[in-house]
Structures are given as C-alpha cells and as structure tokens.
C-alpha cells in the first residue's frame, strides 16, 4: 500500500473510532456522574460533571453545600470546580471532609 493511502486509510479509521463514541458522550458519557450547580452570587445553575471522585487534601478548595456555591466562573474565588463538603459539619477542612473535582460548564441559566 502506497503511503498516501496508508495515510488515508488510518484517517477513515480514526474517523470510524470517533464516530462510533459519539453516542457514548451524548448520553452524558463524560468522566463520572453529571449534575447541577447554583452560584448564589450570580443566580445562575450550571451543569457539571464528576472529574475526580476523591482528591487529596492538597491546596484550595471551594465550599459546595446541597448543590449550591458562592463563586463561579468569572468570580474571583473561584477555583475552577475544586470543591469540599463539610462532612463532619464542623466549619473546617480536615480529613473527615470529601475533596472532589467537579468543573461548572458555561454558560450558566437562570433555572435548572
């Protein structure tokens, strides 16, 4: 086989490949469970998705509380979907609290 449609043939394949997963991603096939979002600041809800399950207790995180947040895109204090739920109810991030990543994706809409 000549390079030219060697080069053709593993493009059609490619293509094969990612038509076949489109289906896959619109019936939400992304990375973990999906879900909603309100920004109290700004009154919008925006959906989301779970990126990562469980981080580390490592760096900043944002406080999500029953689906709801302060910041969101655009806002300063916002860290890009790093979040924590207070399990434990005690008002500080320690070991008995979940850290998860979950990226709040634009644009935002005035109802759920």
Known sequence: MNPKRLVLFA?????LVLVSALPAFAAGGRAGTTGVVYVTSQGLYYDTFVAADSLPMKGRFQLIED????????????????????VNNNGIQDEGDRFFLCPLLGPGRPTP
């Not at 493009?11 to 293509?15: E, F, P, T």
Request: charged fraction near 15%; glycine fraction near 24%.
């Open 11 to 15: 493009i059609v394949v490619l293509a």
């Open 67 to 86: 689906g709801q947040t302060e910041f969101g895109p655009g806002d300063p204090g916002y860290l890009g979907g790093r979040w924590w739920v207070d």
